[in-house]
C-alpha cells in the first residue's frame, strides 16, 4: 500500500489549502483514510478520518475551518480554510483497511504517507 499527499504549500492566515491523498495498491473497501499532523519537537495528532460510507470526523481544534472529504475508496482530501500560522505542520495521509462505519473503536491507522508541509504564516 503507498499513500501519496499533495497539495501542502506555503500560505498567509486566512487563506486557504486543499490536500489530497490518493491511496494504492490493493485498497481495500471499506476502509477509513484520514489525516494527522505533527510539528517538530511534538506529537503526531489526529485531524480528521473519513470511511468508505462517509463517515467523518473532524478534531475540536479545526472544526468549523476544515472539513475532509472522499472521492472514492482510495482519494481523499482535506480542505483547510482560515488557516492559522498554529496550523503550520507537515500533514500526513493515513489508511485503515477493512473498517466499517460501525465499529465503535476509531481506526488504527497502519499505514501512512510522506507527509507534506503546510506552512501559514502571519
Known amino acids: 500500500v503507498q499513500l501519496q499527499a499533495s497539495g501542502g504549500g506555503a500560505v498567509q492566515a486566512g487563506e486557504s489549502l486543499r490536500l489530497s491523498c490518493a491511496a494504492s495498491?490493493?485498497?481495500?473497501?471499506?476502509?477509513?483514510m484520514g489525516w494527522y499532523r505533527q510539528v517538530p519537537g511534538k506529537q503526531r495528532e489526529w485531524v480528521a478520518s473519513?470511511?468508505?460510507?462517509?463517515?467523518m470526523e473532524i478534531a475540536d481544534f479545526v472544526k468549523g475551518r476544515f472539513t475532509i472529504s472522499r472521492d472514492s475508496k482510495n482519494i481523499i482530501h482535506l480542505q483547510m480554510s482560515s488557516l492559522k500560522v498554529e496550523d503550520t505542520a507537515v500533514y500526513y495521509c493515513a489508511y485503515d483497511p477493512y473498517y466499517n462505519d460501525y465499529e465503535d473503536d476509531p481506526p488504527r491507522f497502519d499505514y501512512w504517507g510522506q507527509g507534506t508541509q503546510v506552512t501559514v504564516s502571519s
Open positions: 473519513i470511511t468508505t460510507g462517509r463517515k
Open positions: 495498491g490493493g485498497i481495500a473497501s471499506p476502509n477509513a
